[in-house]
């Protein structure tokens, strides 16, 4: 039976890069750190389960030669891309057309659910993630071994890790996210920032190119 765990040296120097790439603030972590801001730190956490399951998605998908399909047919990969950013777009729009009398929006009852899709939909409508999987991983796997095993176990620890850090990035923005709710002055602030910053990612998604990183 192929060997679907890589040689430890292997192994080390992949959760070292792991580590330095998902401290590096990228759309995903500002994606988070948005949510954390604008609802709280619960709405983060769900958030960032959600990028994370959505991320995993995209590891798999490499696995299995999505991101294969993805560098050779420019359409399936435009239509992807495309669908994430409209999705961008809308939430800086709902974010826009909130109340604002709200401040900063409140997590209702199961809204959590809502920030979890958001997130899933997020990072699974972003192929880039596919196709950084597809570069990534070789380069710490064993040929001895199973590549699609090495593949889904590396994909995985890699959305662990940076599940880990963004985490963390909750915790901060969560601590900060009491001071945008304080006043409905400072509370439209935070409404047209958040809808400002989802819009702008939407943008960025739409118009950036096939090769660069996840997050």
């Known amino acids: 039976?192929?060997?679907?765990?890589?040689?430890?040296?292997?192994?080390?120097?992949?959760?070292?890069?792991?580590?330095?790439?998902?401290?590096?603030?990228?759309?995903?972590?500002?994606?988070?750190?948005?949510?954390t801001l604008a609802q709280g730190r619960r709405a983060g956490l769900a958030s960032m389960a959600g990028v994370a399951l959505g991320n995993l998605g995209n590891a798999l998908g490499a696995a299995i030669g999505l991101a294969a399909?993805?560098?050779v047919s420019s359409l399936a990969f435009t239509v992807v891309?495309?669908?994430?950013?409209?999705?961008?777009?809308?939430?800086?729009?709902?974010?826009?057309?909130?109340?604002?009398?709200?401040?900063?929006?409140?997590?209702?009852?199961?809204?959590?659910?809502?920030?979890?899709?958001d997130g899933f939909l997020v990072a699974l409508l972003n192929p880039k993630t596919a196709i950084f999987f597809a570069a990534?991983?070789?380069q710490f796997m064993s040929p001895e071994g199973s590549a699609i095993g090495q593949s889904v176990l590396l994909g995985a620890t890699f959305v662990l890790i940076a599940a880990v850090t963004d985490t963390a990035y909750v915790l901060f923005a969560g601590a900060l996210a009491?001071?945008?709710?304080?006043?409905?002055?400072?509370?439209?602030?935070?409404?047209?920032?958040?809808?400002?910053?989802?819009?702008?990612?939407?943008?960025?998604?739409?118009?950036?190119?096939?090769?660069?990183?996840?997050?």
């Open 178 to 215: 009491p001071l945008f709710g304080r006043s409905r002055r400072v509370g439209a602030a935070g409404r047209w920032f958040t809808a400002s910053a989802f819009i702008g990612l939407g943008l960025f998604t739409a118009l950036t190119g096939q090769r660069s990183p996840a997050k």
């Open 69 to 71: 399909l993805f560098a």
């Open 136 to 138: 990534f991983l070789p």
């Open 1 to 35: 039976m192929p060997d679907v765990l890589p040689p430890w040296p292997l192994l080390a120097a992949f959760c070292i890069a792991s580590v330095v790439l998902a401290v590096t603030p990228g759309p995903a972590v500002f994606y988070i750190i948005t949510r």
């Open 81 to 117: 891309k495309y669908a994430g950013a409209a999705y961008l777009v809308y939430l800086g729009i709902k974010a826009l057309r909130s109340r604002p009398d709200t401040g900063v929006a409140s997590l209702q009852p199961a809204a959590w659910q809502l920030a979890f899709r």
